[in-house]
């Protein structure tokens, strides 16, 4: 009886994987490798990656490989990954946040094989070591790559900064185009560059930093904006934490902002500019904290 119910509960996932990817129009198949060690673990990835009409996956558990099948119009690889990772399992592509990772169930704690790029970055670069056998230009080169891991989250504190200060300004019409450009830029990141500290918090953040971007972009009225954009500083004050600056940032804050509960911003001035009353209340607020990470 038992091999009886588990020989139905694969026809059943069978057909209902095969009717879902036959309604997946501009249907796109590739394999990548997810890992994960049981059943269980098996439900969570089809379950994160799949959505109806648009993707489906099938994980298989002695492989770890995974099939993926998209409407290639309406998603891609990085975004189906994205949400495997963010429900605890690792790609090549995306890490899964480790507090996410630590509460999975014993059974699905697979041996965690990966790390972000940058981690190797030591490798073969002791330079108090045979110093005299070191090929410079291929050093230079390094140090060339490292600073690149280092600055990926730089685009988009800088388009988070213009669009603080066209807020200060009350320009609506500037505050949408540098929203638009930091939705740009937070697409853009390669987050297999970022150090340890920065994916985790970054995996936890990108969904609703982009959402909160993205909003801000497609509004004209500035009451909105600055609404969105108290809560996308939330997100952007995670990131300034475990991110190295060139420069001293301040954490600051509006007593006055949504009616008295409050909001907080960031600026490379230690000088009050109020984005959220512009004008009518430029220097409404104090320094909170000083970050710097130099």
């Not at 490292?146 to 603080?164: G, I, M, P, R």
């Amino acid at each position: 009886m038992k091999s009886l119910s588990k020989i139905l509960m694969v026809i059943i996932v069978l057909l209902s994987y095969t009717i879902n990817f036959a309604q997946i129009k501009n249907a796109k198949t590739e394999t990548v490798k997810i890992y994960g060690n049981c059943e269980m673990c098996k439900a969570n990835i089809e379950k994160a990656g799949n959505l109806k009409n648009i993707s489906s996956v099938e994980w298989n558990e002695d492989t770890k490989m995974a099939t993926l099948n998209y409407d290639a119009q309406k998603t891609n690889q990085e975004e189906i990954l994205k949400r495997i990772a963010l429900a605890g399992y690792d790609s090549e592509k995306f890490l899964a946040p480790d507090d996410v990772y630590s509460k999975l169930p014993g059974c699905c704690q697979y041996k965690r094989e990966l790390k972000p790029a940058n981690m190797n970055k030591d490798q073969g670069m002791n330079m108090n070591n045979e110093h005299a056998n070191h090929d410079h230009s291929k050093m230079t080169q390094a140090n060339n790559s490292e600073n690149k891991n280092e600055f990926q989250l730089k685009a988009v504190f800088d388009n988070y900064f213009s669009l603080k200060d066209a807020l200060v300004n009350t320009d609506a019409g500037t505050s949408s185009a540098r929203a638009a450009s930091l939705a740009k830029a937070i697409r853009n990141v390669e987050m297999g560059k970022l150090s340890n500290e920065e994916h985790t918090v970054w995996m936890k953040v990108l969904k609703e930093l982009t959402a909160q971007a993205e909003k801000i972009a497609t509004t004209k009225d500035i009451e909105k904006q600055r609404g969105t954009f108290a809560l996308l500083s939330e997100n952007i004050y995670a990131l300034t934490k475990v991110s190295k600056h060139s420069e001293t940032v301040y954490y600051q804050h509006c007593p006055m902002f949504n009616n008295g509960k409050g909001a907080n911003w960031l600026s490379k001035e230690e000088s009050i500019k109020n984005p959220f009353y512009g004008s009518k209340m430029l220097t409404c607020g104090s320094v909170q904290e000083t970050i710097n990470h130099q």
